[in-house]
Nanobody, 114 residues
Framework: QVHLVESGGGLVQAGGSLRLSCVAS????????MAWYRQAPGAQREMVAN???????NYANSVKGRFTVSRDKSKNSLYLQMDSLKPEDTAVYYC????????WGQGTQVTVSS
C-alpha cells in the first residue's frame, strides 16, 4: 500500500503562485505514473496533470501553460507548480498514484481570491 501526503496549499490572490508537494511512502517500488487531481465544491474530481516515468507529462486544457508537474524519484515526491492562478483554480488538490499502486492523498486546499 502507498501512503500519500500533500502540502503547499493555501490562500493566494489571482495571478499569484503556489507549489504543491506530495510525498509517497510505503510500497512505492511499483509507482510509475502519478497525477494531480482537483475537486471544486459541487463538481466532479478532475485530472489536472500527470507524469509517467520521469518526464512524460499531460495537462488539462484549463491549466496548460500555467501549471507544471514534476517529480523527484530520489525523494519519492511529486510537485505541482501553479502560476498565474485564477479564482476558478480554487479546489481541493489531490495526489494520486495510478494502478497497480492505486492510492489517493488526503488533499490540500487551494483558494484563489479575485
Amino acid at each position: 500500500q502507498v501512503h500519500l501526503v500533500e502540502s503547499g496549499g493555501g490562500l493566494v490572490q489571482a495571478g499569484g503562485s503556489l507549489r504543491l508537494s506530495c510525498v509517497a511512502s510505503g510500497n512505492i517500488a511499483g509507482i510509475d505514473a502519478m497525477a494531480w487531481y482537483r475537486q471544486a465544491p459541487g463538481a466532479q474530481r478532475e485530472m489536472v496533470a500527470n507524469i509517467i516515468g520521469s518526464d512524460n507529462t499531460n495537462y488539462a486544457n484549463s491549466v496548460k501553460g500555467r501549471f507544471t508537474v514534476s517529480r523527484d524519484k530520489s525523494k519519492n515526491s511529486l510537485y505541482l507548480q501553479m502560476d498565474s492562478l485564477k479564482p476558478e483554480d480554487t479546489a481541493v488538490y489531490y495526489c494520486h498514484t495510478y494502478p497497480p499502486c492505486d492510492s489517493w492523498g488526503q488533499g490540500t486546499q487551494v483558494t484563489v481570491s479575485s
